[in-house]
């Protein structure tokens, strides 16, 4: 018979019992423990997004971004598929690369000027000769690299997990809301990095951003004053407690909030008002077909619909959001507004201006989210109160044609969604 202690112990190892379809216990996001847990079985194993291959066109190019807490380059060396070095010299560790982006064919570490080139070997040690061949062979000091590598409409995930379920696999029905996104541009390809990045941090668990960016329930509250300001009441039907809308949990950590039955016939109108809009939707006809062109222009891209792909990559708008875990209470969020490759400069421009008005740094979201999580990580000090709900909308659920669980706009499906896979990682 198992005692008391020996329970106890196991459910300190797995930590899925922190975690019901019913409510999430406050230690998933003030222990230090839990927080150390995910970062092996969450960002140790699953595919996590790194970059976009926008960013990486020319051979040299190269990002710098994390898996979890672990520092990467992700590199175009001239190969088919980026690669993803881990940004520790393997000599002292330190860093060997500082930029953000850039071009570069080799990285040199400062500390004692070892010198990779951009696919990870080791030209060769500094002072090579205090190194004698018996103890010191150059190919065993490569840079590590995540074993596994791969993309989708453009979007690069790797896995530090030597095996697994592919990417197409992690990733199920969220591919069809990744394809709306991209398929808006007369290309079928969207653009990173040229229109620059806005950054933040807040002195909150990494989840919170996790759950807010697909929580339909807080926007008329948080975001009131935003929502209202002369815009017809439209803004705030999107998230009232009649509002059309939908949330979705897709499956596999992945969740949906949808306002297209609110905004698909708006979107659909407003988009070929004008001489150039038209025009952009005969492109995609020509590329799309009718059918689908009318399905894309009513999404209108990542404006109809807010989307979290597990762990840490949600787009929204029309922007690519990537959650990066720094300390159990402390989180750095980068949004990487996009542009419509082959779409007139105008409407990229009007894009970038909407994406400005409530996400830049003076918009009138972020702050209002940011305040939150800090409210709710100092909330989340009293011991006293263990639990927090997750029972919105537990008993109104539909079944979609893809097997997706859909309720009303502001239910909580979606935070049920992302914890029930985060429990699954966690007891792995």
């Not at 992690?170 to 991209?182: E, K, P, S, V």
């Not at 759950?211 to 807080?218: A, M, P, R, S």
């Not at 590329?287 to 990542?302: D, F, P």
Request: glycine share 12%.
């Amino acid at each position: 018979m198992v005692g008391h202690d020996e329970l106890h112990a196991a459910h300190a190892h797995r930590f899925d019992h922190l975690v019901t379809d019913r409510a999430v216990h406050r230690e998933v996001y003030v222990d230090p423990a839990v927080f150390d847990a995910e970062l092996k079985r969450i960002f140790g194993r699953v595919w996590v997004y790194v970059a976009h291959e926008s960013q990486l066109r020319q051979p040299g190019d190269f990002v710098t971004s994390w898996i979890g807490r672990q520092p990467v380059i992700v590199t175009h060396g001239g190969q088919q598929q980026p690669r993803v070095l881990m940004n520790r010299c393997t000599h002292r560790a330190a860093t060997v690369c500082q930029e953000r982006s850039g071009h570069a064919t080799h990285f040199r570490c400062a500390y004692h000027g070892w010198n990779f080139r951009n696919d990870g070997t080791l030209v060769s040690p500094t002072f090579g000769s205090g190194y004698d061949l018996e103890d010191f062979r150059v190919e065993d000091f490569s840079l590590g690299q995540a074993p596994r590598v791969d993309s989708y409409r453009g979007f690069v995930f790797a896995s530090l997990a030597q095996s697994g379920p592919t990417l197409a696999e992690h990733l199920g029905n969220a591919r069809t809301y990744i394809d709306l996104f991209c398929d808006l541009s007369p290309t079928g390809e969207i653009e990173v990095g040229e229109a620059g990045t806005n950054r933040y941090g807040y002195p909150g668990n990494w989840k919170l951003q996790a759950e807010n960016g697909v929580d339909g329930y807080h926007p008329n509250f948080v975001h009131q004053a935003f929502l209202d300001n002369g815009r017809g009441g439209l803004a705030m039907q999107l998230f009232h407690g009649e509002s059309v809308g939908r949330a979705a949990d897709l499956g596999r950590g992945h969740a949906l909030l949808d306002s297209r039955p609110t905004l698909g016939e708006i979107h659909e109108r407003s988009f070929r008002s004008t001489p150039g809009g038209q025009a952009h939707y005969e492109q995609l006809v020509d590329r799309l077909g009718a059918e689908r062109a009318a399905e894309v222009i009513r999404t209108n891209g990542g404006q109809g619909f807010n989307l979290l792909v597990f762990p840490n990559l949600q787009l929204i708008q029309i922007q690519i959001r990537v959650i990066h875990p720094r300390r159990v209470d402390l989180t750095e969020v980068d949004l990487y507004p996009t542009l419509l490759a082959g779409a007139a400069e105008q409407t990229n421009a009007a894009r970038l201006r909407s994406h400005e008005g409530f996400y830049g740094p003076a918009g009138g979201g972020a702050p209002g989210d940011l305040e939150m999580f800090r409210r709710v990580q100092e909330g989340l000090a009293v011991e006293s109160v263990e639990w927090l709900p997750l029972l919105r909308g537990l008993r109104r659920t539909e079944l979609g044609p893809n097997g997706e669980l859909i309720g009303h706009v502001t239910d909580e499906h979606p935070q049920r969604a992302f914890y029930r896979r985060w429990a699954e990682e966690m007891a792995a």
